[in-house]
């Protein structure tokens, strides 16, 4: 297992920017795929993004392909999310989370039941 804690959300307008991080602490994070996840009021917790535990493997939820990148750091032990061109619609909590169920090749995890760690989320909001 890792510990994961998330940081970086806050209140930006429509069209502007933010940058998700996760601290996973312990010595295995680079040996799990990562993802992010979301979750607006009165939804359910949806995908958003993963990436492979050498990093050379991305996979985008469509609605956020082309605005959102994620990344690791490794040496860092941190997952990021770089967001971009941000709608209102993207407002929810984010989470980070921990997965051993993705190698790096063919169609990642994108179900919650398939992470086994998650950090406690942080809240993005959009304004219009």
């Known amino acids: 297992q890792v510990q994961l804690v998330e940081s970086g959300g806050g209140l930006v307008q429509a069209g502007g920017s933010l940058r998700l991080s996760c601290a996973a602490s312990?010595?295995?994070?680079?040996?799990?795929?990562m993802g992010w996840f979301r979750q607006a009021p009165g939804k359910e917790r949806e995908f958003v993004a993963a990436?492979?535990?050498?990093?050379?493997?991305?996979y985008y939820l469509d609605s956020v392909k082309g605005r959102f990148t994620i990344s690791r750091d490794n040496a860092k032990n941190t997952l990021y999310l770089q967001m971009s061109s941000l709608k209102p619609e993207d407002t929810a909590v984010y989470y980070c989370?921990?997965?051993?169920?993705?190698?790096?090749?063919?169609?990642?995890?994108?179900?919650?039941?398939?992470?086994?760690?998650w950090g406690q989320g942080t809240q993005v909001t959009v304004s219009s």
């Open positions: 989370a921990a997965t051993d169920r993705w190698p790096g090749y063919g169609p990642p995890p994108i179900q919650k039941r398939e992470y086994h760690s």
């Open positions: 312990g010595r295995t994070f680079s040996s799990y795929s």
């Open positions: 990436i492979s535990w050498s990093g050379g493997s991305t």
